[in-house]
Each structure stands twice: as C-alpha cells, then as structure tokens.
C-alpha cells in the first residue's frame, strides 16, 4: 500500500495544505512564504527521500510562528498517518551531519509517544529574515504530531545556519532508516504489539 497523507488544516492564522510520500524520490514543491524554512523542508524532502508539497498562506505580517509551527504540526500528522500501523518498518533512526564547523545528530524513534530534547544553538539568532529560533518549535511541533521521540543534539556549530540546515537534513535521513521496510521485522517492531 502507498504510504502516502495529505493534510488540509485552516486556521485563523493559517491555511495548509500538505502532502507527504514516505517512498518517494526526494521531490519537493514548498511555498510557505518563508524562504528559508521552503529551503529546509526542501533540504529534509531530498536527504529523507520522500515527495513532499506544501502550500501555506500565514498571519506574516504577525511573524513567522504561526506559520512554522503550524507546518511542523502539518508534517507530523502527514507522517503518523503515512507510516500507518507501522508493521514491518525499523521503527528507529539515527542519522549525524556534519556541515564545515557543525555536526549536529537526529535521533528518533517511532514509539507512539511524543517527547522532544533538542539544545541547537538558535536563540535569539536571525538567517536573514528566519527568526533561527523557531526551529526547536517547528520540531517540537513535529513530534508531538507524529508521536515520535525525538533528540536533536549539536556537538559543535558557531554558524546558524549550518546548525539549522544540518538539523534537517539529518531529522530527515533519519525519519527515512526508521521509516524502512525490513523483511525480518514480523508485525510492529514492540514487545507490546502496538506503537
């Protein structure tokens, strides 16, 4: 069966849509109105092989929140109900970037359970007009969706963007070994029978 979601979601500060393939090719048309998040999610769709679209129309003139947290819950949804029941997948995935001055690890594990650690260096940081700290919002937004645990850890980085910009790539090839198909796995990859 395909793994594949969409996802409509409208609000008083944004309206989404989102569709996501878990066995694609790395295929990405974003435009969120932010700049840099479209490159991030376009970065995450190619490192994480999955096709991934999203439209979004947001409160910016507010700021940019609203709309990175919403596309985070966007995607975490569009995960949960992609990956399914999740019989037969690896259910873990751990994948660490390293980009010049930076390396920056992604940990996660497909539990049914949300809980996010994440300590990048983005307070009070701007990438040009991304305001850097939204990023721990954007995966905590992530997780809480998609009912995964997830660790975000950076061993070293000066460079914000880099740290933003290794984080998705790593959150994204790591999404794709706990996403994977293995022929040895029978059911769901619990004790419990259930994730």
């Avoid at 997780?143 to 963007?161: E, I, K, P, S, Y």
């Amino acid at each position: 069966m395909p793994r594949t979601a969409e996802i409509q979601r409208t609000t008083a500060e944004t309206d989404i849509s989102l569709s996501l393939n878990l066995d694609g090719s790395g295929a990405a048309d974003i435009a969120t109105g932010v700049g840099f998040l479209d490159h991030m999610l376009t970065l995450f769709a190619r490192h994480g092989l999955v096709d991934l679209t999203v439209r979004c129309q947001g409160d910016l003139h507010v700021d940019q929140h609203h709309t990175v947290e919403d596309i985070g819950i966007c995607l975490g949804m569009a995960i949960a109900r992609a990956a399914g029941d999740k019989r037969g997948i690896v259910r873990y995935g751990t994948f660490t970037v390293p980009m010049d001055e930076t390396l920056v690890m992604v940990s996660l594990d497909l539990s049914g359970r949300a809980y996010v650690v994440c300590n990048l260096d983005t307070r009070n940081r701007k990438i040009g007009e991304f305001d850097a700290e939204l990023t721990p919002e954007f995966f905590r937004a992530v997780a809480g969706n998609a009912l995964m645990t997830l660790h975000v850890h950076q061993f070293h980085g000066d460079n914000a963007h880099h740290i933003v910009e290794a984080a998705f790539k790593a959150f994204g090839r790591a999404l794709d070994a706990a996403t994977r198909h293995d022929d040895r796995v029978s059911g769901v990859p619990s004790t419990k029978g259930v994730l």
